[in-house]
T-cell receptor, first 114, second 111 residues
Framework: DADVTQTPRNRITKTGKRIMLECSQT?????MYWYRQDPGLGLRLIYY???????NKGEISDGYSVSRQAQAKFSLSLESAIPNQTALYFC?????????????FGPGTRLTVL | GQSLEQPSEVTAVEGAIVQINCTYQ??????LSWYQQHDGGAPTFLSY????GLEETGRFSSFLSRSDSYGYLLLQELQMKDSASYFC????????????FGTGTKLQVIP
């Protein structure tokens, strides 16, 4: 069973549409993250959450919003999608009680904005 | 800010040893991690170094020199399945201990 799941796995949408990407985890971790990956640019942090009441912007949060509905769920929204948001999106979790040195990634969502 | 440099591509022969280097600049260093990512897959954690020296985990080892702001990942007895991208990531000291990823090194293992 996957510990970190993302839905959908693939999505094609049009410019201006609102999109929500969902992430769920069964690891019991308090910390969750959203990254985007573009070719040649590595992983860049969009938002992170240390618990349900703690949400923080990452380095590229413009154009995105998040919701932490529960410890296990962290959603990423694109309010009005634009083509340069076409990318591979990863959700990740970490456990501060375990040293917080390792992040556990979901399988990714490939988003295409036309 | 933080910046990391690693080679974009490396090619090595099956059975050989390959070293992937990572240099970093950061304001407040806490530790260096390595992740592996196969094409189309999710990054998976390989190792973490907070102190100088070599950490060994099976065929993979990771080294850190804090004074040189430098680390490397060493892969021994290369196998075809090791063909993947490898990312170094710096963890910063401070309130959040933010993790910043490098742009990745694509390793191709050839027969």
């Amino acid at each position: 069973d996957a510990d970190v799941t993302q839905t959908p796995r693939n999505r094609i949408t049009k410019t201006g549409k609102r999109i929500m990407l969902e992430c769920s985890q069964t690891k019991g971790h308090d910390r969750m993250y959203w990254y985007r990956q573009d070719p040649g640019l590595g992983l860049r942090l969009i938002y992170y959450s240390f618990d349900v009441k703690d949400i923080n912007k990452g380095e590229i949060s413009d154009g995105y919003s998040v919701s932490r509905q529960a410890q296990a769920k962290f959603s990423l929204s694109l309010e009005s999608a634009i083509p340069n948001q076409t990318a591979l999106y990863f959700c990740a979790t970490s456990d501060p009680s375990g040293g917080d040195n390792e992040q556990f990634f979901g399988p990714g969502t490939r988003l295409t904005v036309l | 800010g933080q910046s990391l440099e690693q080679p974009s591509e490396v090619t090595a022969v099956e059975g050989a040893i390959v070293q992937i280097n990572c240099t970093y600049q950061t304001s407040g260093f806490y530790g260096l991690s390595w992740y592996q990512q196969h094409d189309g897959g999710a990054p998976t954690f390989l190792s973490y170094n907070a102190l100088d020296g070599l950490e060994e985990t099976g065929r993979f080892s990771s080294f850190l020199s804090r004074s040189d702001s430098y680390g490397y990942l060493l892969l021994q007895e290369l196998q075809m399945k090791d063909s993947a991208s490898y990312f170094c990531a710096v963890r910063n000291s401070g309130g959040y201990q933010k993790v910043t990823f490098g742009t990745g090194t694509k390793l191709q293992v050839i027969p």
